[in-house]
């Protein structure tokens, strides 16, 4: 499953989900299109979504453009550097195009998510 997020005024990445976390992602999937306010902690973007999803694998760490779901905050986040969640997330996809465009991101800036 692909889908796109585009941070408005910035620029647009692809996303491919993936099966770490298979309910997760299907739920998240089937929750689209999604949109929000971008709130940053570290090298990571996230936001709280309309998706109650538990913890189905959950990971303590994640990697350079992985995209991940965090239920105590019922929040998507995209982790574009060296940062790590600040606890255990659910990964549901890793970015495949446009990574670099998360860096010009700021807190407040419009975040749209869309199926492909």
């Not at 298979?22 to 299109?33: G, I, N, R, V």
């Not at 694998?57 to 990697?63: A, F, H, L, V």
Request: aromatic share 10%; net charge negative; charged share 30%.
């Amino acid at each position: 499953m692909e889908i796109e997020i585009e941070i408005l005024k910035k620029g647009t990445i692809k996303v491919l989900l993936d099966d770490r976390n298979p309910k997760t992602s299907q739920a998240f999937y089937e929750s689209l299109p999604m949109e929000g306010e971008a709130q940053l902690w570290q090298e990571e973007v996230f936001f709280p979504i309309p998706l109650e999803h538990d913890y189905e694998n959950p990971s303590p760490s994640s990697d350079k453009g992985d995209i991940s779901y965090w239920p105590p905050g019922k929040a998507f986040c995209i982790f574009f550097g060296d940062s790590q969640p600040a606890s255990d997330v659910n990964h549901i996809g890793r970015v495949v195009e446009g990574l670099e465009i998360m860096k010009s991101v700021e807190e407040g800036d419009w975040v749209v998510i869309r199926k492909l």
